[in-house]
């Protein structure tokens, strides 16, 4: 069974303060992938990343950052210098890869208030 | 289109009424997805649909729950006699091949549906 937790239900900052969500993830499969979503007011999941198990490299895309440490099964994602339009529900998400994978198993959410 | 499209953005249902939430995937999407996502709670798996092939209905919380892709495009979740803990946003996604974990799977802006 896979499992994804993010124990920050909701978190609070002033504008230009850095952030960090915390994913941690169960799984039993060798080979996965790890992605984060961003869920603004409007709805819809927008894709940020994907991290394949086998590539432990810290990624930077701007002010966001992820920081993939297998050997505590953490995922985190941190926001430089955060903005009022980084305010939305961010989801860690986890599939196994392989042949007959497609099921998204989703952690339950951080809710990122940034304040002006 | 340009992106997944979901009708209706809202919809509220008397409890025992029949409702139709429809799903228009990206052109020339293999398959798609339905997630249903309670109020604080991720999306959770419900259905898979290669083409109009549906492949895995393993998520779907009871027979009262249809889904159909009759032509391989537009998709179509059906939820008989709702009730109260049908209330829940409902979301589609779709990808161009069967497992495009490369880009993520893209996701419409859901139909919230509220059954009172």
């Known amino acids: 069974a896979q499992k994804v937790t993010q124990a920050q239900t909701e978190i609070s900052v002033v504008e230009k303060e850095d952030v960090t969500l915390d994913c941690v993830y169960e799984?039993?499969?060798?080979?996965?992938?790890l992605f984060w979503y961003k869920q603004p007011p409007s709805g819809e999941l927008v894709f940020l990343i994907r991290?394949?198990?086998?590539?432990?490299q810290n990624e930077i895309s701007g002010r966001y950052s992820w920081n993939f440490q297998k050997s505590t099964s953490s995922f985190n994602f941190t926001i430089t210098a955060s903005q009022v339009v980084d305010s939305a529900v961010y989801f860690c998400a986890l599939v196994r890869s392989g042949a007959g994978s497609y099921q998204l198993t989703f952690g339950k959410g951080t809710k990122l208030s940034v304040i002006p | 289109g340009a992106g997944v499209s979901q009708s209706p953005r809202y919809k509220v249902a008397k409890r025992g009424q029949d409702v139709a939430l429809r799903c228009d995937p990206i052109s020339g999407h293999v398959s798609l997805f339905w997630y249903q996502q309670a109020l604080g709670q991720g999306p959770e798996f419900l259905t898979y649909?290669?083409?109009?092939?549906?492949?895995?209905k393993s998520g779907l919380p009871s027979d009262r729950f249809f889904a159909e892709r009759p032509e391989g495009s537009v998709s179509t979740l059906k939820i008989q006699r709702t009730q109260q803990e049908d209330s829940a946003v409902y979301l589609c996604?779709?990808?161009?091949?069967?497992?495009?974990?490369?880009?993520?799977?893209?996701f419409g802006s859901g139909t919230r549906l509220t059954v009172v």
């Open positions: 649909f290669q083409n109009e092939a549906q492949l895995d």
């Open positions: 991290r394949n198990s086998f590539d432990e």
């Open positions: 996604a779709s990808s161009l091949m069967r497992t495009d974990f490369n880009y993520g799977y893209t």
């Open positions: 799984t039993r499969d060798t080979t996965y992938y």
